[in-house]
């Protein structure tokens, strides 16, 4: 039986202080740029590409056929995980920080990274939206989990973050690393340009009002890598291979193709309405 949640209410847009919890019901970096000769094919809207609006994990090392000689036998592809398997993975634990309230009956995951600029977006016009309109009326509760693949710096921001929550801190911290890299990458920044640092962490520790020196200790000395990893690989069990991902009612907002549809806002608010229209 999973323990129960931490819960963060929203307020006018923005997450607020933790409060009691309540019982809920759960590679290498590659831009996501099509290749010329795929973008010679690509879908025509109203005249325009579509360009994706996600990162992608992936490359070479990612193909388990990749490299196959004359007459060699290739793999099988994967099925993906059972129906069951993936409830349990996305089932809400003690560790989820909830954002809203625990008694939603939308449950929406994002799997993100803390370096994707695409999660940032996600972060500064899609996650207001939601608040408003769903999370403040109580309709749909919010879950962030990592998935950092970008590079160091993600795994360093990831866990980081997870020392906020040790905290009760995680939405106020996860608000300050993504205002902080959006003004990194208008500034020209990037991944692993040396952004991230451990006095950039502790810094914006002290701005949300934790305890500095209990964050410190645990960002220093790695306390959370393993549940970062743990997200990781939960990650990778249900599908995800992009950021950001996200999950509403235990279902990834889909393309017509499969794919994951990132931070275009128009495909996570209608799947979260729809899922609201159904719990009614």
């Given at each position: ?18 409060v ?22 690509a ?39 059972s ?20 008694n ?15 999660c ?23 879950v ?24 009760n ?27 991230y ?54 279902v ?5 193709s ?20 159904a719990?009614?």
């Open positions: 039986m999973n323990e129960e949640p931490n819960v963060e209410m929203a307020d006018s847009g923005a997450p607020a202080t933790p009691a919890a309540t019982p809920a019901a759960a590679s290498p970096k590659k831009d996501r740029i099509l290749p010329v000769s795929i973008l010679v094919a879908v025509m809207v109203s005249g325009a590409l579509v360009f994706a609006t996600l990162y992608k994990g992936g490359g070479a090392s990612n193909n388990a056929n990749a490299g196959l000689a004359n007459g060699e036998t290739a793999l099988a592809p994967s099925t993906g995980p129906a069951t398997t993936t409830a349990a993975l996305l089932a809400l634990t003690s560790r989820d920080a909830v954002l809203g309230s625990a939603a009956p939308v449950t929406v995951i994002e799997y993100g990274d803390y370096q994707c600029p695409f940032a977006q996600y972060f500064a016009t899609l996650q207001p939206q939601l608040i408003q309109q769903y999370i403040n009326t109580g309709e749909v509760k919010m962030f989990r990592n998935f950092p693949f970008l590079g160091t710096e993600s795994t360093a921001a990831a866990e980081a973050a997870e020392c906020a929550e040790d905290q801190k995680l939405w106020a911290y996860h608000d300050a690393l993504y205002n902080a890299k959006l003004g990194d990458d208008q500034a020209g920044g990037g991944e692993d340009d040396g952004f640092t451990a006095a950039l962490f502790t810094s914006l520790a002290g701005k949300v009002g934790m305890n500095t020196t209990t964050f410190a200790n645990c960002v220093n000395g790695n306390t959370d890598a393993n549940l970062v990893t743990q997200d990781k690989a939960n990650a990778t069990a249900v599908g995800v291979d992009s950021t950001p991902t996200t999950f509403v009612n235990g990834m907002v889909t393309d017509s499969g794919e994951s549809v990132g931070d275009n806002q128009t495909a996570v608010l209608a799947a979260i309405a729809s899922a609201v229209a719990a009614k």
